[in-house]
Every structure is written in structure tokens, then in C-alpha cells.
């Protein structure tokens, strides 16, 4: 087998492949997350290269001319290595950065632990424990085995805990002891009805014990490093899930598991995620990884299949089974995890395909199974999840609301990195102000600044009820093209951008569909419950995407309900603070398996009245206009 | 390094060593279990090797003369290979047969599960239980994950159980489950509180499952293949302990452990024990390895941190404290046994250094432990244990006896080996009768076969109730050599020896200390519970030494208590039977914890009494013969 050098650009990262190998392929090997929403079929054309030098052999498809072959672009999932070759990743195809950080909303950096619910405890038994244990010594009196005297010393401190050894921490516990005075940091994993020991150190370390939390999304992994003796957040990063490169969405990762070595890939992506994370995270705070006893995860249900290397074939075929919702404490290393040898990790329990531990967590942190009070949970994304309920119960059910909102299908959109539109004012005139993520040159439209822009189109008289951009306009931002009517919201000398920012028709269907999906989904499941929004006391919005999103601006395009703004609350990254909790809290750990078992799933395509909510929620704001009174005044004003 | 080749005779092993390595060494390499009772240090003389050809250097010690060192008679503990070499390892140097068969007592062959006590079933939750389902296939209506699947099927049949799912198994679920029409066979391990899946299989496989019960005795380990599905035993299978050739008892072991790398041999031969037995018995029985999916093991507490690798260094110092007494069940591959890949092992547990879980296992299949009756048990070896109790109380201890009863440390002593001497009649004149084991030439005289020789001189009043050998007497048996007296059982003529076997005024003295030290414990611990033999309803008798030990002549050397002989029962190993109940079922595995925390162990050399005790017994039948009505009979009629 012959192999070649292949040098990226810029960044000169090399790589040594085989001859025939593809691009992407290459790239995937030197580390580099390329955009590749088909995950290399050659469909989507976002993983546009230019060849600077070298042999490589390239096709001309759909997404590249004979033009522009000639100048080396290609696509790199066609295009094959046949010799030495530097290559340069086009913009548009490279994942912004490979792990960006951006703060938090307020409400994650100001409380390590999300506001407390009732029953539910800050801190009280992490998922390990470091203790210091000061044992007396043995004597003929009182020569019990070591083992012993370690359960009898922590026994009463800790309720009436079960120990059960693990192997490899007594082969040398007898020196160890006598080597120490009897003085040893004990590690425990808390097991719920028992706790087990995972580490015995000489002397003290108690205070050297560290925690990961994860929420691995489908786009972005976010981990935050905890102190589990003190219960202090100490960091959070967010990087780019490495699996994008084999797919941007959900469908097509599990379709690429089902190839030859395409389950392992995607986990070895995800595993290199989290490890990079902890690694970096360690760095910057010069703490030992070998101190992280503990990690605990949460993500939607394909992404823990992934994560936990379990086939996710059946996920997607009807009847949408996945294999488990619930895998319990492991050693981290039994995943592939690196963090101390004797580490743990644990993942929360989600309760079906669509309802995962993204969920649970999210249900657990927001504080909706702990009140009386009915309230509802909507998590927005391409599957976006709505639960309804109380303590004694609850109901959820996901919706498919497309990846418009995350800037995929349509013209100009983006996901919500730095440079993306995600506020957008019309003023009189031609005048049309943008606020952008980072306050970069605008780069594209993420979905609040989509949500923002509907609403001022409309507001504005610029599109109909149907969702139509009025042609008849008297504006220049209005213009036909030949795919169609679209209107212009950045021109290209005011953009970082190779063409004009614009919205068409065609994306406005995309993006009515996806906000029709979601407020039908609400409707559905509170109708189904015979309740109306009115007892709906909270509306708890989630998400990354909820971050930046403007309340007046959904309701007014009919995505949220229209009732009082103070009824909504933006609670983040509720998946990361919910799972963050259950690595603080056995209390915690107990009531998430407590809301696993009680959500009921409803599967919205087999009730009756969605297809009907849907069809009616396809206008601006809704068919029905009663429903949104206040919207109905705005509109009225807006158009004249 | 230079290597050069070993051949050993009979038989025709080679084996590669480096130059430099003792035979002792190089024996071990090629599997051959050698005798060496001090461990390789040369002291003991029992490792004698012939050699006879090729290069070896040794030098002339208190074991080997010269002129034997002329004839290639050498210690292999001291010889060293300097080029290839053929070497006859001479009979007495070789322990009898690598595995030896023996029938068992009736009482192990004809009832698979010892008799059951109250409260004991034969078998309810054997420790690995195979369970075939089949599982309603999943719709819409009915998606729960496939793991749920599983957990909603077995759960009623299993009580309230818990099931915590093994990473592993999980991985490929959904398609086993589709390809097998959703019919598996799903392995169970009962983890007391709780179940956890080890294994799913297609279809049905719920009768191939097979378990092993282990006693690991520092002389011999034995082996019980059992079926678990339907609780009876297939075959046992007994080999001596391959640690034999670094040390013939528990303290050599543990100093030789102290070396580099000596706990690790130690460790591995007795795994390599472990497999064999199980290899060999699969093969005679046509079970696959791999269908056996759980091995319990009991033995000594010195034994059981040797196979668990765990440094036994502080048993042996004071105040003798074990590591552990408890370990529970881990897959058996992480211990080093080779059964099926996801078979899990679990160890009886202790007391402490000196009640180990052999003892707690003999406990449990005495029915000691079920009884409000008081009962004593006693397990006679090199250290004797005693226990006496009832239901709600049990006291333990040890009794140093030395290994005379076990054949070491007496000039024709034997282990219980065939052509052993069990049994002994002096008759008129001259005639002395004897029986062997396997009707075999007689070679040694084992611990049955001393008790009986003791009484039957005694008897005859050919030593006195010091155990000095009469030389007044008229015989020619009795005979003054330059070591002192002794008296000649079997002459070279008739024997399958190198010399006439005999007993010496030295031997007696060793044998006397043996009874004495085992009479006084078990003295000792009735008087300190403030009850008599008279109060004790039965006395229990372990061990292979046991199952050819004859009471009369016991009791009437001092060994025993002169009670009614309807009050002995024999049980045989019931170590080994309490093994196989705990692998059968889960009220013997709760029970066996049970007895492990009520034993309260009695430190004889902390008990005032117990010396006065012991030199009261160092008499025949003892000081006080008003302890010993019958035998002071028997006694008067025989002298004369």
C-alpha cells in the first residue's frame, strides 16, 4: 500500500493516508471537523476544498463545475488522494473553530447549581466521594481485616451503606495501610442502595475530587468541569461535536453507523470530544485528570447509543425502539473515557427515542416535576421536544421541526456562531439593522435572527399571512430571482459573505413548517390533556437556541403561545444543569429515574387532531386569530 | 541470555531455561508439582532429583551426601542448569499424581446438595440463572426500549428484583433481538438485592448452564461440576495444590509471596489449578467451557488472598490481620478463571485470618448455624479449627496442630495418598496388620493411619501414657537405632519403601503435640461458654482427614472427647458442600453472610487456660483420665 502527505490549509496540518483515500477522510485523520451534512455521499456539497498542489483525482457533481475544478476546488468526500498533495479548506466548509467558548446566560455562570426545587439539594451525595479517614490501628483485640476496618469506620458517617469491594483496590491494601499509619483517602461511588469503593490513596486528598458534566448535543458538546467537594462550577466549554463531520443531523449518523466501521468512528469521534474537553479543561485550571473521579452524561437518545457504542439501527425504524434508556454507573474507562483509572461515569436515564436524558435532565433542572402546578417544557432544535406535566405527571412528545431554525434548508442560514444574524430591525425606508452574534460582520442568519426577521417582515407588511414575500412592495430589498421572490437583509459589501444575505420564499416555507410543527406539538399535547394554555402556570423555553431567542418575536410568528410574557422563562442549557445535579446529587440521581418512569410518550403521528393543529398553524401567526390577540393588534399596526 | 533444554524423566518434559535456573524452577516450567515443603530454600530434602545426563552444578548439603551428589543425586532447589540436561525426578520427590481421583465418602455422592437444615432450600436463585423468553414483539403502541423489553418480562417471575444492565450485552441488543424473533436466553446473575444481565443469547439455551464449587485447601484443591439448572453434580475432581512446589504450608507460601514475583506464581499456579479442573472435567463430561457460567470458591483465608492476588504479608504477623475477608462476585475473567466471558465468580466469606470462608462454608452445610441445639465443629489439618455454637451464637478458633496428622514432620509420614497406611492391627506375637488406601503397598503411614498405629500400641502397651516406646517390650519390632527408639509397622520386605516404616519415641512426641493442641481448643472453648461436653449434642468432623478418621481410635488416643459415638457425624468436605449450596442458592449465599458476621473468633493464645489445658493433653489419653471412662478401660485391658 502506498501512502501520501497531505498538508491542510491554513494551519499546515499533515496527515499520511492511502493512496485512494478521500479528502474528508484525511482531513477526519489530521483532526480537522469539516462540515459534511450528508456525511460524505457527495449530496450536500459543504465540504468544498481547493487543491493547491498535488494529485488528486476530482469529479465534476452537482455542487462543483468543470470551472472550478479547473481552479482546484473539490468536493473532498470525492475527491481521491493519488500523491502528495496541500490543500486549502474553504471557509464555508471548515466548522467555525474546533472547540469555541462563548459565556453562558446568566443564569448558568451565576448559580453552579440551577435554583433548587423542592426535595432537591444542592449538594448532597456526589456520584464519588473522596473521604479522609484516620483508622485506629489493629491489635489482637481488635484484628477485623482491613477491608472491615474501613466499612466499620465509614459505615455510620454515611446511613447504613452497603460496601462491595472492588478487586483491584485491595490487592495492596494491607501495605498500603501500614505504609500510611492507617491514614487513606477512601473514593466511594454512591450506588444508590449501596456505595462502593472505587480508590483508596494514602493520607489526605479528599479535597482533590473532581467531576465532568456533559450534555452532548447532535451540533455541540458542552462539558463543564465541577468541584465535588465544594459543589463550585469551575469551567465550561462547548466544542463542535467531531461526529458532524459524518453527518449533521441525527438521520444520517445513524445511517452511517450502519456501515462497516461506521458505528466505531462515530464513537471515537464523540470519546475524542469529551476527552479534549476534560484535557483542556484540566489544562487551564491545573487540575491533575487523573483527579476527575467522576463523569456524568446526558444527550439525546442517538447521541448515548453512539457514546455508549450501541447500534443505533433500530432508532429510526418504525416502531423507534431504542436499545436502552438507561445505562447505569460503569467504570469510565469500560467507555473510553480517560479520567482517573478508577473513574467512574454514569448516564442519565431518558425514557424513549425521542423523550432522552437531554430531557430528563432538562425536566429535573427546570423544576417542573417538583410543583403542583402544571407547566410545560419546550425544548427547540430539528427534533424539538414539549413536555407538559406536574409532579404526578407528565406527557411529551417531540416534534420534527426541521433544521431551519439551526440553519440548514435554507438559503442564508447558519447556525448560531459568531457572525450570525440573530436580531434584525426594519426601519422606514430601505433601512435594515442587524445584530449579530459576537457583533461580527454579519455571516448568515441563525434561527432567532430568522425568527426576528419574520416578525419584522410581517410587522411590516413585507410577507402575508401565508408567509409570501409581497413582490408588490415598493422596496429594493424585494427583488425575483430566477429560483423565486426573495428580500434582501444584508447586502454583500456590508457582509462577510460571498453574496447578498437574503431570505425567499422557499425559506420562509422551510422555516413556517418548522414553527408550525413546534406550536401544534404544544397544542396537541395541552388539548389532549383537556387543559388550555391558561393553566399552563410556566412555559420553561431550553436550549442553545432558546439562549438568543426573543419571546415577543415568537409568539408574534405564531412559534409560542400568546400569553403573558411573564409566564415564559429561559432556562439555558437546562440538559447540562440537570445532568450537572445529578453529579452532585444522589437526590438528584433518584428523582431523574423518578421522572424517567413517569413520562408517558405521546407519538404525535399516531393522534388524530396534530394533522389538523399543523395544517392550521401553517400561517402568520396561525389560522386562527383569536388565538393570538395580542400578535393580531401588532400585524394590524404593522400593516396600514 | 543463553537457554538450554531440560528433559525430565519419567515422561520425556522438556522444558527451555536459562542457564543459571535451579531444576525446582525449571520443573515448575514444564508443570511437574514436585514436593518442597520449605519452599526452595533447600532445608526440607524433599526435592531430590536424579540427574542423568548433561550439565548441572550443585553442591553437597545436610540432604545430599557427596557421594549421592557422585551418583546425580541432587536437590532441585540447589541445582542449577549450566547446559541441556536429563533429570529423573525420584518417586519420593514427586507428588503422587498431578490430579488424583478418589471416590468421596457416601455422603458427598449420594446427596448432591448436603442435607438441608431448616430455612435451606436444595436450590432457589442459583448464583447464575439462564431464563428463556419471548418477548411480544414492539409496536407503536408498545416501544419501549429493548433492555425495558427484557426487564418487563423477567421482573414478575423474579420478585421485586432489580436489574442493572452489563455494557457489554447491550451493545448489539437490537439486532439479536430482531434476528431471533425476540427469543433469548438471558443469564441472570443474583446479586442478592438486586439481578444483573450478563449474558442474552438466541434462543433457547437455558439448560446449558453449568457451574463449578471450589474448595481450595493449602494440600489439595477440589473441584465440583455442577448443572445448574437442574442442581445436580456431576463429577468432582481433586488435584493437589500446585503451589505444593513453593511450599508445602501456608507460612512458607506467604513468606515466598513476600518475594518479587512470588505472589504472582503463587497466584498463578493455583489458577492454573483452577482451569485445569475445569478443562478436564468439561472434557470427560462433554460440556463446553464456555457454558460454564459461574465458579463459588471457598478455602482458607491465606488461600483465598492467593487467588485473589491480594498480599497475605500481615496474616502472618500480629495481630494477623487478613485483608479481606469478603469478596463478592466479579467476573470471572478478572480473577484469571476461564470459564464463559461473562461468568462471574463469587468467594464464600470469612471471619478472619484463622476462621476462613472454608470454615464458614462448613457452618452452613453442618446445619450447625439452623439448630438451637448446641453443636461443635472440627476441622482437623495443620491448623485445626473449632467451632461451637448454635443458631444464635457461634465461637471459633484455631488450633496450631502441626502437620504430623497431614504427614510432615514424621519419619514415615505420608499425605492421604494411595498406599497410605489408614489403618492399623497389632496382633499376638509379632502380626501387625495394616490397610492402605487403594489396597496399595504400604509407602507411609498418613493421620488416620498414625491415630490408629497410637492406639493399637497403646492398647498393647507398647508405649506409655507419656508415649515413650517401651523398649522393655518383648518384640523385635521395638527396636534402638542412633536417633532413639522405634517401633517397625510394615518391614522394607513387605512395603513399596527404601526402608522399613516405622514410628519413633520423636514421631509420637510430634503426634501427641498434634492431639493435645486439638483436644485442649476444643476443652477450652466449651469450658468458656461455661458448658461441658455433655451439653454439646453432636460433634461435627471435617475434612479429608476426616472421612478416614476412625472415632474409637480418636478418642482413644486423647484426640477427641469421650462421648457417645452416636453423637459424631462425619461430614465429610463440607466445606466443599457448603460451597455448592452457595452456588445453588441464594438463601445459603444469605445465610453463609449471616454466619460469617455472628462467628466470634477466640484467640487461644490470649485465653489463660489454654496452655494449662494443653499440657494436661499432652498425655495418652490425657492427665485426667476420669475425662476418658471408656478409654481407661480399654487401656487397662489391653496392658496386662
Known sequence: ?????????????????????????????????????????????????????????????????????????????????????????????????????????????????????????????????????????????????????????????????????????????????????????????????????????????????????????????????????????????????????????????IVYASDAQGLQKLNRAILANIDEIIRDLCREHDIRVSDIMAVMIGGNTTMMHLLLNIDPTFIRREPYVPTTNMIDIVRASELGIHINPNGVSACVPGVSTYIGPDITAGILSSGLADSQDVSLLVDIGTNSEVVLGNREWMVGCSASAGPAFEGSGVTCGLRAISGAIEKVSIGSGETVRVKTIGDKPPKGICGSGYISLLREMFTHGLIDRDGRIRSDKKTKRVRKTKSGVEYVVVYKKDADATRDIAITDADIDNLKRSKGAIYSALVTLVKKMELTFDSVTRIYIAGGFGTYLDIASAVSIGLLPDIERSRYSFIGNSSLAGVRRCLFSRQARRSVKEIAKKVTYIDLSTEAKYMDEYIASLFFPHTDLTRFPSVGRGTEQGRG
Chains 1, 2 share one sequence.
Open 1 to 253: 500500500m502506498t501512502y501520501y502527505t497531505v498538508t491542510f490549509q491554513p494551519g499546515s496540518k499533515k496527515v499520511r493516508v492511502k493512496r485512494g483515500e478521500t479528502l474528508l477522510a484525511a482531513a477526519l485523520d489530521a483532526g480537522i471537523v469539516m462540515n459534511s451534512a450528508c456525511g460524505g455521499q457527495g449530496l450536500c456539497g459543504k465540504c468544498r476544498v481547493i487543491v493547491k498542489k498535488g494529485a488528486v483525482i476530482a469529479r465534476p457533481s452537482g455542487h462543483v463545475t468543470s470551472g472550478e475544478i479547473k481552479k482546484g476546488v473539490v468536493l473532498a468526500c470525492e475527491a481521491t488522494v493519488q500523491g502528495n498533495a496541500e490543500v486549502r479548506i474553504a471557509q464555508s466548509s471548515r466548522v467555525e473553530n474546533d472547540r469555541e467558548k462563548r459565556p453562558r446566560p446568566e443564569v448558568e455562570e451565576i448559580s453552579p447549581v440551577a435554583p433548587n426545587g423542592p426535595g432537591l439539594t444542592a449538594m448532597d451525595f456526589p456520584l464519588v466521594k473522596k473521604i479522609y479517614a484516620e483508622l485506629p490501628q489493629p491489635s489482637l483485640n481488635d484484628n477485623i481485616s482491613d477491608l472491615d476496618r474501613i466499612y466499620r469506620e465509614l459505615e455510620p458517617g454515611h446511613g447504613s451503606v452497603l460496601f462491595t469491594a472492588n478487586l483491584s483496590q485491595v490487592k495492596q491494601l494491607g501495605a498500603l495501610l501500614r505504609e500510611n499509619d492507617f491514614k487513606v483517602t477512601v473514593s466511594l461511588v454512591d450506588k444508590d442502595a449501596s456505595s462502593e469503593i472505587i480508590s483508596i490513596e494514602p493520607n489526605t486528598c479528599s479535597n482533590e475530587n473532581y467531576g465532568m458534566a456533559f450534555d452532548i448535543g447532535t451540533t455541540t458538546v458542552t462539558g463543564q468541569l465541577v468541584n465535588l467537594a465544594t459543589g463550585k462550577v469551575i469551567a465550561t466549554a462547548i466544542a463542535y461535536n467531531k461526529q458532524i463531520s459524518f453527518g449533521s443531523d441525527v438521520i444520517t449518523r
